[in-house]
């Protein structure tokens, strides 16, 4: 098995920054076990991942270990290396380390795209003294495409394999090729620009990648979005494509480590074995503490896990982990669950790809309604299944993947189509994007889909359906369907969510139950939830969470309180705003009358409803309120009626 290290000895961390990190003992995750996967094949990779896993401080970290010392000496380099994961493998380091030239490249860093990283590593190299007519003769070809590159850029596409070359003469060993971001600057490029940076990008690494067996010591490329070869000049045979899902058909099992490209599988992200020595060394240390540490990782599970890599098995968002970890840090260690959960937010949404996806949304919204639909039902799906017993249990909304190399004439949908919901299914086809027209001037579900599971707004099950991973995400979700209200074409269940809604927490209970006998009564006939008691709450959480205005109210679940637990909350953000928790209970009766609610009002235990006012305001750190502060609400009435 692959066991967990974590070192480091603080919670901030410097994400993109691996030098950093393990010079100042911030590195919170050793994942240095990779390093012997990365220089033992030569084939070119390109690895996709979702947006924060960690592919930039992967390339950090592997520029930092295998670059040739620049401003400290070699044995200064390979010390650091000591104490890690890779430096317990015999010679490895002495081998290896601070051993070879490193080019390494970003590529959305520059409008110049390429070129001004070229310059950079120009002006580095431009102090050694090539006295030998080999070297003499790549230094003269560089500096002379130097000059051209402020003028002509792409009269420079063969400065790359030039570089190349001359640092292999100079060294006396292949380079190692990084490049970080390789379609990002096909993405952000207008319509009339696109296959202008795409030829420019083709055209200088084609040379090089394409001869990597003779150029290089190893070319890897990381990037959210799949990349076809063939559309970059890359020869398929020498080059492999290792997405997130790649595995996802098979079983994880301890012998996995010796099956060589799986290791990319926990190389960015967190494990759950990560995850829980994390918060026993940074938040709960010493004896004692392992009830609040399994409080502390079954909230980070809800929250931040599900990209599935296995078939059973996840990997945690590690800058959500990290910033939940130092929010448990911060104000005093937390004593309970409320406090925990109170701390868990959605620490990586707001990264620039949300943008992109709401404004595809908004137009297909405009090509056909049912797109709001397919989310619904998603919503319903990850709730059903974030609490399914059955390890393979399937959604039961099908968007089910078709997986293609690129999109085509063939296979890209024309429009948008309806979502039947009789049958609940819709095909999705994942596929590259660099080549198409803009994606909010020409959008397809297949896009938008496509773009979603790429930047880690919805992950896949054993490469057959897309889900929403994680309570953090599904925020995001429930934010992009309520953004817009009083559209004609929305669907009567959004509205009838919102009807609901603003009635609970405008404290019209009279109009909120009778929400409840018609419309949530109507709504759960047709989403068929069985006879379970859970089924309903539920349906009922995603109701509230669908139409609770989420600038206002943070809607949450079953967290235990010294009473109990709570079944849902809404937890104001407003400093003063009124909290409310939901009871829900089934019965076999046919009818239910006022006496059988009574016992929960009005001869309940003052001291329970005490409690269950003082864990709302538990529950956030800008709202602390006392019992009395809910006897006086506005449109309140009294405390007892409001029990029912």
């Not at 909290?579 to 329970?608: F, Q, R, W």
């Amino acid at each position: 098995t692959l066991e967990a290290r974590v070192t480091g000895s603080d919670v901030e961390v410097a994400f993109n920054d691996w030098p950093k990190n393990i010079r100042e003992n911030l590195l919170p995750v050793d994942k240095s076990f990779i390093l012997p996967q990365v220089i033992e094949d030569k084939s070119p990779i390109l690895l996709t991942r979702p947006c924060c896993s960690g592919k930039t401080m992967f390339l950090s970290m592997s520029n930092d270990f295998f670059e040739v010392p620049r401003g400290e000496t070699l044995e200064d380099k390979q010390v650091r290396y000591r104490d890690t994961m890779v430096g317990a493998i015999p010679g490895f380091i002495d081998k290896y380390c601070g051993r070879y030239p490193v080019i390494r490249l970003d590529l959305k860093e520059s409008d110049a795209l390429p070129s001004w990283h070229i310059a950079h590593f120009l002006e580095i190299q431009g102090e050694i003294d090539a006295s030998e007519e080999r070297l003499s003769a790549l230094k003269r070809e560089l500096c002379e495409k130097r000059k051209l590159i402020d003028t002509d850029i792409t009269s420079c596409t063969g400065i790359l394999k030039s570089l190349v070359q001359f640092l292999n003469a100079y060294h006396g060993r292949e380079c190692i090729l990084l490049i970080d971001k390789l379609n990002a600057p096909i993405l952000a490029a207008s319509k009339d620009n696109r296959d202008a940076i795409k030829n420019h990008i083709r055209d200088m690494l084609a040379p090089v990648v394409k001869n990597t067996e003779v150029l290089l010591s190893k070319c890897i490329m990381v990037g959210v979005n799949p990349v076809n070869p063939t559309e970059l000049g890359f020869d398929v045979n020498n080059f492999t494509a290792l997405p997130l899902h790649y595995a996802l058909r098979k079983s994880y099992t301890d012998d996995f480590l010796k099956c060589g490209d799986m290791l990319y599988l926990v190389v960015f992200g967190f494990t759950e074995d990560e995850v829980r020595k994390l918060i026993v060394t940074r938040v709960f240390p010493g004896p004692g503490k392992e009830e609040m540490v399994d409080i502390a990782l079954n909230v980070a599970r809800t929250w931040y896990d599900g990209y599935y890599v296995f078939k059973n098995f996840c990997i945690y968002n590690p800058r959500s982990v990290m910033n939940f970890i130092k929010a448990l840090t911060e104000g005093g260690a937390c004593s309970n669950e409320a406090e925990v959960f109170a701390k868990a937010q959605p620490y990586w949404i707001d990264t620039g790809s949300t943008e992109l996806l709401t404004q595809m949304y908004n137009e297909l919204k405009k090509i056909n309604p049912s797109i709001s639909r397919v989310l619904l039902w998603m919503g319903l799906d990850y709730l059903s299944l974030k609490n399914s017993i059955e390890p393979s249990a399937s959604p039961r909304t099908s968007i089910q993947v078709e997986l293609s190399e690129s999109f085509g004439e063939n296979t890209i949908q024309k429009t948008t189509p309806y979502f039947d919901e009789r049958t609940k299914e819709v095909t999705v086809r994942i596929a590259a994007l660099e080549d198409q027209d803009s994606l909010t001037d020409n959008p397809t579900l297949d896009k938008f889909m496509t773009m979603a599971y790429c930047y880690g707004y919805l992950t896949m099950i054993r490469e057959e359906f897309l889900v929403i991973p994680n309570r953090e995400v599904l925020g995001f979700w429930t934010q992009l369907i309520i953004n817009k209200t009083g559209s004609p074409d929305e669907p009567s269940l959004l509205r009838d969510s919102r009807s609901l809604t603003e009635s609970l927490v405008s404290w019209n209970l009279s109009e909120f139950c009778d929400g409840l006998e018609q419309d949530f009564l109507d709504y759960l006939a047709k989403v068929d939830p069985g006879t379970s008691e859970y089924s309903y709450h539920e349906s009922l959480l995603l109701q509230i969470c669908l139409g609770v205005d989420p600038s206002q109210y943070d809607c949450r679940s079953e967290f235990s309180v010294d009473s109990g637990r709570t079944g849902i909350y809404l937890i104001p953000k407003a400093k003063g705003g009124t909290g409310i928790l939901i009871e829900s209970k089934s019965t076999n009766k046919d009818e239910i009358t006022d006496d059988d609610c009574s016992s929960s009002s009005a001869d309940a235990d003052p001291e329970l409803l005490t409690d269950a006012s003082a864990a709302a305001a538990a529950t956030t750190s800008t709202t602390v309120r006392s019992s009395q502060d809910v006897q006086g609400s506005p449109q309140g009435g009294d405390r007892a009626d409001r029990g029912k």
